[in-house]
């Protein structure tokens, strides 16, 4: 009956050395309150320099989803009274953003993708962090003006799901980029949800609430599927325009439920004006052309290892949604792993075996014992069986894959005498069995396999097994 609305608000901190507006160190897990200079703290008569860096990273994002860069932005005065905002207001770009008019594609599982319109992406300053504990509230300012890129998407997405992908592209996008570490957990990448709902087939936009800083892609998608249904409640039972007003909410992860936080203010509230400490930002030329040097992006990877590896796209996409792992994939390939193995051992073997968050760079197993791996069961050194058992003994110790294989006795029997004078024992030991796969009961090969591999103790190549027993049990 509904159908939901949304538009999103992310900001991502740019990974420069030092701020946006002075030349402070960026850091995290800091002691409170040392990486701050009169600047940063807003102290009479202290200017502002803008990090021609922080610039450059945003001519980057702006290539990378095909928007329009603008050769002159401006930076205004966003005022509002915050403890941890120093000055009484940010400096954030308003009338004239740095990037505007972009887009990206997100991609289903069924093969699909949809465009999703990025308005624009602009340039500011991050505030300062409130700490409270117990009765008393303290505020850290080592945070204060570390720069931010705030891209705003448009109001396409229809679901969670569309949520969630587009904000894995753009985390992606943004990793591939090298602006910024992303990291969700330090607040490095973080989300304001802006949603809607609307009667299915009406083309009104009603009033939108904001869900605010969420920095994890399990609650984002928590949060928005509660706020659809209680705003559908809300018009359901004819209280829409009671419960359902424009404000700011914030998601309780304990709860499950998005609670008020305050009213939200519209863009006339903050009196924007231009910054007239700073001058308009002019980009050169160079600069312009310098910002078109981007990297493989995660949709060009994926076409290119389609296309030069014959490996499925949904493989594909999944390899090439972080950018450590495709790095890590094609150091595999470089080891002379097959791609096809190489996709199960790495996306479904060894991501299995990583918990608690671990990404494919901080696992025990690196690219070339995962290759090595890969490459003994391809050259029939050992089973599929026995390489699990491999890999889960390199994720407990440190060594080498062919030491694990013969420490373990997990070398796989491929002699043909050997299993030839194995198999004879075991069809004679089952002469009436042998019978009645000769008079057409040929699932009873599966039986004789499992009994060459039990006496082998696993280790009999399992392939020429198979080989050996058709040919004597049809001579």
Not at 17 to 27: E, H, L
Not at 149 to 157: G, R
Not at 274 to 287: C, G, S
Request: aromatic share 8%; with cysteine; proline share 4%.
């Amino acid at each position: 009956m509904f159908e939901m609305v949304i538009g999103l608000e992310v900001h991502i901190q740019l990974n420069t050395k030092t701020k946006i507006f002075c030349a402070c160190p960026t850091s995290f897990g800091e002691a409170p309150n040392t990486n701050v200079c009169p600047v940063c703290l807003a102290l009479p008569g202290a200017l502002p320099v803008l990090n021609k860096e922080a610039v450059r990273k945003a001519i980057s994002f702006g290539h990378a989803v095909n928007a329009t860069v603008h050769k002159k932005s401006i930076f205004n005065r966003k005022n509002y009274f915050y403890p941890d905002l120093p000055k009484g207001y940010q400096i954030s770009q308003f009338e004239i953003p740095i990037v505007e008019d972009g887009e990206l594609y997100i991609d289903f599982k069924d093969g699909s993708s949809k465009r999703i319109g990025i308005t624009r992406a602009h340039l500011e300053e991050d505030a300062g962090k409130n700490m409270h504990h117990g009765n008393e509230s303290h505020v850290d300012l080592n945070r204060a003006g570390t720069p931010l890129l705030e891209i705003v998407s448009e109001p396409d997405i229809r679901s969670a799901e569309e949520a969630i992908l587009y904000l894995k592209k753009l985390h992606a996008i943004v990793r591939y980029l090298d602006i910024s570490d992303a990291n969700m957990q330090e607040g490095s990448f973080r989300c304001d949800v802006n949603i809607s709902i609307r009667p299915k087939g009406d083309e009104k936009l009603y009033t939108r609430v904001e869900i605010k800083n969420m920095n994890s892609f399990r609650f984002i998608q928590k949060a928005i599927e509660y706020e659809f249904e209680r705003q559908c409640d809300a018009w359901e039972d004819g209280l829409y325009e009671d419960e359902v007003y424009q404000e700011t909410r914030l998601f309780d992860t304990a709860t499950g439920e998005t609670r008020s936080m305050r009213g939200k203010e519209d863009s006339a509230e903050y009196r924007y004006f231009p910054d007239p400490d700073l001058l308009p930002v002019i980009l050169t030329d160079e600069m312009l052309e310098e910002g078109k040097k981007i990297p493989e992006l995660p949709d060009e990877k994926k076409n290119r290892l389609i296309e030069a590896y014959g490996i499925k796209a949904y493989d594909a996409a999944v390899i090439t949604s972080s950018v450590d792992t495709a790095h890590y994939f094609e150091a595999m390939i470089t080891e002379g792993a097959g791609a096809k193995n190489a996709v199960t051992w790495l996306t479904v073997e060894l991501q299995g075996r990583l918990k608690g968050g671990m990404t494919v760079n901080e696992s025990p197993v690196d690219a070339v014992k995962l290759a090595t791996i890969v490459k003994r069961i391809e050259d029939g050194t050992i089973s599929g069986k026995a390489a699990k058992e491999v890999l889960d003994y390199l994720m407990e110790n440190e060594d080498e894959v062919d030491a694990v294989i013969e420490k373990l006795g997990l070398k796989q029997v491929s002699d043909e005498g050997a299993l030839g004078a194995m198999i004879d024992e075991i069809l004679a030991a089952n002469a009436e069995k042998v019978a009645e796969y000769q008079a057409g009961k040929e699932k009873l090969l599966g039986f004789f396999v499992g009994q060459v591999m039990k006496a082998s103790k696993g280790t009999a190549n399992p392939g020429l097994v198979n080989k050996l027993l058709k040919e004597k049990l049809t001579s």
